[in-house]
């Protein structure tokens, strides 16, 4: 009873896992998975974190300041740290002392040039950069494992068309062997069509190799924790035959809301905020400075060891201060002068950096553009050739049944049907692989 009752609860914990392992993957599953577990992504989080508490610091800048302040002193010798008075030498009292005292201390910021508020400002600007950059790095990913993805889908299709051509040799094999046994066709031919096997047998193995890397590559791309059994699925069909506007069209569309431009942008507005922050060091600024605080002198060689716990010691002790204070800048060795002209060059680089992401946005659209209309030429021409191709095996094959051809003839017949056959599974994935990366752009 027990071994049934372990068997049974094995088999039912192995139950999700063979599950994960027989469930083929899609495009969109990856690219989250990819979303959710890439490293650089998580690194861009953290960033846009750290900004988060960058601007919450800023904006907590106009709140007071509150510290406690506690402060033991022993004074040996002629000077007496409670009065700040020399003894005079002719003395023979001695005046050393230990002095306590306890302050709390509170500052605030009145004015300083507006410089919380243009920290607050470019602070601001960082973030919705950082926002932006997180955006961009996933679009990126996305690109990537689609790429990664097809490759995968590329590579399984060529394992199949190399498998079907072995069936094609090994059929052709037994036709020679048939028709040599009957002594209508030379030993040599059936020599070919095995040496033919032999090769195509060759490619297959290459071609599952391909394959099993491919979907390694895709998988380690993916981070998972395990590789083993990883596969992939077919592409739907309305992926397949969804349209894109002209390049010039989605570049006018996209380029205000695009992730690098949202960043670029939002850089250059924080810089301007920090052309003013340095500005404001040329302006005066006012604290507000408050403080209570109480001490204790006890004498080590006099009689002046009060009662503590005596109140009136502590209220005549007590010190109360409530002041404005004002820093007035006159010279500091032009240093204030050149961090606002570095801050002022910062966003000239800024804008050139806007103008390049621009430049850079119009070339990827038109050249993922253009790369998909090629493809899909290249693809309509492949599909054609397969065609006809096929048709010239047929008509091939009915020469040879009636000894009018020979076996190399049939052979190369059916080498050109696997080549364009080869040439149409890569069109159809290099036309798929672009038209996905152009949809990234326009998504």
Known sequence: MNYRYHLFLTVLLSLPLCLFA??????????????????????????????????????????????????????????????????????????????????????????????????????????????????????????????????????????????????????LVERATILVNDGKRPLSEKAEAEAQLSNDEYLLADAEGQSVLSCLSLSQLLNLPSVENFDVAELDSAFESEEFPHPDMMYDEVVETFPSIVAARSLIESGKARVKIAKSAFYPTVELVTYIGAFYVKMFNREFNPDLSNFNFFRNSMNEVVGLHMSVPIFNRFATRNNVNMAKL??????????????????????????????????????????????????????????????????????????????????????????????????
């Not at 998975?33 to 904006?59: F, G, M, P």
């Not at 804008?351 to 899909?376: F, G, H, M, P």
């Not at 076996?407 to 159809?428: C, E, G, P, R, S």
């Open 22 to 171: 027989q469930r083929k993957w899609t495009l969109d599953e990856c690219v989250q998975y990819a979303v959710e577990n890439n490293i650089n992504i998580q690194q861009r989080e953290i960033d846009l974190k750290i900004q988060e508490i960058r601007l919450n610091t800023s904006k907590n800048a106009w709140l007071p300041d509150l510290g406690l302040l506690l402060a033991e002193q022993v004074s040996f010798g002629n000077y007496n740290l409670s009065t700040g008075v020399v003894k005079d030498q002719t003395e023979d009292e001695s005046s050393d002392l230990s002095y306590t005292t306890g302050r709390i201390t509170m500052t605030m910021p009145i004015y300083g040039g507006r410089r919380i508020r243009n920290t607050v400002e470019a602070e601001t600007f960082s973030l919705n950069a950082a926002t932006a950059n997180l955006e961009k790095a996933r679009k990126d990913i996305g690109i990537q494992i689609a790429s990664y993805y097809l490759q995968c889908l590329y590579s399984k299709s060529m394992e199949d068309v190399a498998r079907s051509q072995v069936e094609v040799s090994r059929k």
């Open 346 to 443: 910062g966003v000239q680089n800024m804008q050139l950096s806007l103008d390049d992401a621009r430049l850079t946005l119009r070339k990827e659209i038109q050249t993922a553009y253009y790369n998909a209309v090629v493809a899909k030429g290249k693809l309509d021409a492949a599909l054609k050739s397969v065609q006809s191709s096929a048709i010239s095996v047929g008509f091939e094959e009915e020469r040879y049944d009636a000894g009018r051809s020979n076996i190399f003839d049939l052979q190369m017949a059916q080498q050109k049907h696997l080549q364009a056959q080869q040439n149409a599974v890569q069109t159809k994935y290099e036309y798929l692989i672009r038209k996905r990366i152009l949809q990234f752009y326009y998504d």
